[in-house]
């Protein structure tokens, strides 16, 4: 037996056309005894071959012809020498060489190709099923003229090219190509004349073996036989596009363009002016950046062409109306301030006393002892023995000698030299240049201040001469005049200021309360401490009497101390806190335990009190005493004292008072009626607080309660449970905030607030929503829904409610669970919870019936009803509503499960299997075929062991039945899926 085997398209095909299973089979001989077949469990062949088989009498197998078709503009076959759209199996090819081309040509039962070109204009439009089937064939590459060294692989894109071609007779004259086209002779084979488009130039077609390209930038749009048909493609920068005259045009000068523009482009990008005051050079704008300034500039300016006028540098000028890109320098060591100059006539040279500096084109001051005319941009020096200031010569005559007083100094590092004060006895006289004098011995005068001998003087009373210099005599010497190198001291027992010596009258004794130090010096005599005048020591105050030091001028200046001080360390010192001393006391009293100083020193006994009632004795231990001190403290809120206390006393539960407002257990109060007392979380708050909205208290010390659901009570106003009442708990509103009628969807408030997720069961008797519907007036609830639709609804607390459950349909019935804290303060339902929005309906739904008691009840099974009834309606003949499922209309009722070896038709209802199939019945709405080689009687077959074979295997005539084959297995596949989800559900119903 001979096969023919390939692989490749046809696995792609039925792996997107069909959800199949894959089998592998093994064979050792050509016997069917020596093979095995085996379930794949992935659906990969990599392993093995994809078999598509033809058997022969021992001649190789060939493909079928009809693979290959050629469709012309109108969807029909394309006849010889007609151009077609070339499909594999339907598909458009997107890819095809001219040996490609000739095969397939010859697959077609034509004798070659004529023309091949690629997607030509007026197959554009044709119309291919390529949404059902993307798998393109992207190239069909052969290496001769025979099918068998062709290859075909599969397009990854399915708005790839398409192919077109002609096929026809061969004409060895090769005939003419039409315009557009050329001659392909890249393939050196006789049999094959094909004419090619042109791929983005022109040819005047004919005999033509090549294209000629277009211009830089130009393109074709169509088959172009002639350079006219080339079109202008894309324009740089600087120029603009003219579609008419199809070039590129230069911007005009004074105009620029930036960036490519393209034929495409539906807006034509113009040229733009440059800025006022700007120009460019005609083609050469190629941006702003092109756009330079144009002048002319004033006085003084120079052109830049980047940044417009600028003031010229220093030392250069400029006319007006100046152009140039550059200013005129001045001469040679003329200076000139930056863009002053109109004219050369304004450059100045330095003036005298000054000089140019080349490296930085300005004029400084000429060193000292140096002098310039200006003129010659030179300083000169100065004659030896002169100077003159820096700056200050502006002639030779300038250069002067040191006056009177003075002498010239000059630096040992440098050649620096000026004119200095001669030092305190000094002196030096006018004329040729001399070193200072030194005054006489004796005598004395200011530095700078000797300008000949007789300046030197004597020091004045009260100085001495020191080293050249008068200096004033210490603490308790003197000195009268008429000269002399010391001081004279005082008599023993007396002193002088300093420099307020100038006899031995001037020395006086000590005042009382100081006494003499060392050196002649008179110092306050210390604390406790007495001295009466000229003393030269101080006396102690007697035992237990003191003095502040300086102030004892005899033993009477001593005192004892106050009362409320003691002496301590020669000096009265205040008692500690809670202590206290009488006159003259050495020490202080402590006050009795538990008793204190509320103010003031202690000066008694009597002064130690306990604390006032409404306060406790509070104890601070002192490391710096080694003891405890102590003060008074208000009692904390629900505690009192009646006085005297060390701590204070709780006051009954339930009862409070205000911080330190406790002074007796009368004191203590139950919070009023709608009030509860806030201890806050440490007990620090201990104050009446307003119970909130929907909570009531009785005032008798316990805690707020709730009010019973769909019940409320303002804040504080609820002081018993009778206080609560229906009000506006729940409303329906819209946009507007006005309420809702019967079959309008609202927003859901509570209480004012907006309900966010809530609970929503659409069992009758523990559904929220119908709860809130009859609580408001309604019959029941229709829809709810959850999103944000009133974004910009306004209330005054945005987020109330998070939860309700229901045990029936009564409000009676539900609870809630509130918002807490740290969720209000989200100040919204977004991104957080959903907002409520709810229909309530009049009259029962579809699938209920109001009964006698004027309550919906769902219908009983098998009927249904259409809405607003008050009874039931049943099913045609065969049909009923399944279990588990409202009937809301006649649509709901369904024909009745099929006995075995029937199957459900939509109209006609159950109907006997075919011969050679079957069906379990049940809801199976098509019958299974038996395997092959076997079968079964019409109506008969129940199960796949119904059917009785009848013969051995065969081969599949083609592929067609291969595919049939397969259709048939999948469709057996899903009527098992829908027998097994029918099967999930009824358990489920069970």
């Excluded at 062709?150 to 894109?157: H, T, Y």
């Excluded at 003084?300 to 417009?308: A, D």
């Excluded at 005319?373 to 300083?379: A, I, K």
Aim: hydrophobic fraction near 20%; include cysteine.
């Amino acid at each position: 037996m001979g096969v023919w085997e390939g692989r490749g398209e046809t696995e792609y095909e039925f792996k997107k056309k069909y959800d199949y299973s894959i089998y592998a089979t093994r064979c050792n001989s050509a016997d069917w005894s020596d093979c095995a077949v085996s379930q794949k469990e992935d659906r990969n062949c990599d392993e093995y071959t994809d078999m598509f088989i033809i058997c022969s009498n021992g001649e190789e197998g060939k493909p079928l012809v009809e693979e290959f078709s050629l469709v012309n503009e109108n969807g029909k076959a394309a006849a010889a020498g007609e151009l077609g759209q070339l499909r594999f199996k339907g598909f458009p090819v997107s890819e095809v060489d001219v040996l490609g081309a000739h095969v397939a040509c010859k697959m077609m039962g034509f004798d070659g190709v004529t023309r091949l070109s690629m997607d030509d204009p007026q197959f554009v439009k044709l119309i291919t099923d390529e949404d059902n089937t993307p798998n393109i064939l992207r190239q069909l590459e052969c290496k001769s003229d025979d099918w068998f060294s062709c290859k075909m692989e599969i397009a990854d894109n399915k708005y790839a090219e398409k192919v077109t071609l002609a096929c026809g007779a061969y004409n060895p004259n090769k005939a003419d190509c039409p315009p557009g086209t050329f001659l392909d002779l890249r393939k050196n084979d006789p049999k094959i004349s094909v004419c090619v488009k042109c791929p983005g130039g022109y040819s005047a077609g004919g005999k033509t073996g090549k294209c000629t390209r277009c211009d830089a930038n130009y393109f074709t749009k169509a088959p172009a036989a002639s350079k006219e048909d080339c079109v202008i493609g894309s324009c740089k920068s600087g120029t603009y596009m003219d579609k008419e005259k199809n070039k590129c045009i230069p911007c005009e000068a004074g105009t620029y363009r930036q960036g490519w523009v393209y034929h495409s482009q539906k807006e034509e990008k113009k040229c733009v002016p440059c800025p006022e005051g700007k120009t460019v050079a005609e083609g050469e704008g190629e941006g702003l950046w092109s756009c330079n300034w144009s002048g002319p500039c004033k006085a003084g300016q120079y052109l830049n062409k980047w940044q417009g006028c600028l003031d010229c540098p220093r030392h250069t000028w400029s006319p007006d109306n100046n152009t140039l890109h550059h200013c005129n320098p001045c001469p040679q060591f003329s200076v000139l301030p930056s863009g002053a100059g109109k004219s050369e006539s304004d450059c100045q040279w330095c003036p005298a006393g000054q000089y140019r500096i080349s490296t930085y084109d300005v004029c400084r001051d000429c060193k000292q002892d140096t002098y310039s005319l200006g003129s010659d941009n030179t300083c000169r020096s100065c004659p030896t023995g002169t100077s003159v200031p820096a700056g200050k010569g502006t002639k030779e005559s300038d250069c002067q000698g040191c006056p009177a007083g003075q002498y010239r100094y000059s630096s040992r590092y440098s050649s620096y030299t000026e004119c200095r004060n001669c030092n305190a006895g000094y002196y030096r006289e006018a004329g040729p240049e001399t070193d200072c004098k030194k005054c006489p011995a004796g005598t004395y005068v200011a530095a700078g201040k000797g300008t000949q001998i007789s300046d030197c003087k004597d020091c004045p009373a009260g100085k001495y001469r020191s080293y050249s210099q008068c200096r004033d005599c210490s603490s308790g010497y003197y000195r009268a005049e008429g000269g002399g190198t010391s001081c004279s001291k005082c008599p023993q027992g007396t002193t002088v200021e300093q420099g307020k010596g100038t006899n031995s009258t001037d020395c006086k004794p000590c005042p009382a309360g100081q006494y003499y130090y060392y050196r002649g010096y008179c110092r306050d005599c210390g604390r406790a401490s007495y001295a009466v005048e000229g003393s030269t020591q101080c006396t102690s105050c007697p035992r237990g009497t003191t003095v502040e030091g300086g102030k004892g001028t005899s033993q009477s200046s001593c005192k004892g101390c106050e009362a409320g001080y003691k002496l301590y360390g020669g000096g009265c010192t205040e008692c500690a806190k809670n202590s206290y001393s009488s006159e003259n006391a050495t020490t202080c009293t402590r006050c009795p335990n538990g008793k204190l100083i509320a103010e003031g020193l202690g000066t008694k006994q009597s002064d130690c009190t306990g604390c006032p009632a409404g306060q406790y004795l509070y104890s601070t231990y002192e490391y710096r005493i080694r003891g405890y001190t102590y003060t008074c403290k208000n009692c904390s809120a629900m505690e009192y004292s009646e006085g005297n206390a060390t701590r204070c006393t709780r006051c009954p539960s339930g009862r409070s008072v205000a911080a330190g407002q406790g002074k007796s257990l009368s004191d203590c109060e139950f919070c009023p009626a709608g009030q509860y007392l806030d201890s806050g979380y440490y007990r620090s708050s201990n104050e009446c607080k307003d119970c909130v909205k929907g909570y009531y208290n009785a005032g008798n010390g316990g805690s707020c309660q709730q009010c019973p659901f769909g019940t409320t009570v303002e804040a504080g106003l609820g002081k018993s449970k009778d206080d609560c009442t229906r009000g506006d708990t729940f409303q329906l509103v819209n946009r507007e905030g006005n309420s809702v009628g019967v079959g309008e969807e609202g927003l859901l408030l509570y209480r004012g607030g907006i309900a966010c997720t809530w609970i929503t069961r659409w069992d009758k008797n523990q559904n929220p929503g119908m709860a809130i519907c009859r609580w408001l007036g309604f019959d029941r609830v229709e829809s709810t829904t959850n999103g944000i639709k009133f974004g910009d609804f306004q209330t005054s607390k945005a987020m109330t409610l998070d939860r309700v459950r229901c045990s029936s349909a009564e409000m009676s019935s539900c609870t809630r669970r509130e918002k807490s804290d740290r969720e209000e303060m989200r100040g919204s339902c977004y991104n957080h919870h959903n907002d409520v929005f709810l229909t309530c309906a009049a009259g029962c739904p579809a699938g209920e019936f109001k009964n006698t008691n004027g309550t919906c009840e769902t219908c009983p099974e098998g009927l249904f009803s259409t809405g607003n009834a008050v009874s039931c309606s049943s099913c045609p003949a065969a049909k009923s509503v399944p279990k588990g499922t409202k009937g809301t209309g006649p649509e709901s009722c369904q024909w009745d499960p099929c006995k075995a070896g029937n199957y459900l038709d939509k109209t006609n209802g159950c109907l006997p299997c075919k011969a050679g199939t079957y069906s379990p019945g049940g809801k199976q709405i098509r019958c299974s075929n038996c395997r092959s080689g076997t079968t079964v009687a019409a109506g008969k077959g129940g199960s796949s062991g119904d059917c009785i074979g009848m013969g051995s295997f065969k081969a599949f005539a083609s592929i067609n039945n291969e595919l049939a084959d397969i259709e048939i297995n999948l469709s057996n596949l899903e009527q098992r899926l829908e027998t097994l989800e029918l099967g999930g559900e009824e358990a489920e119903e069970e």
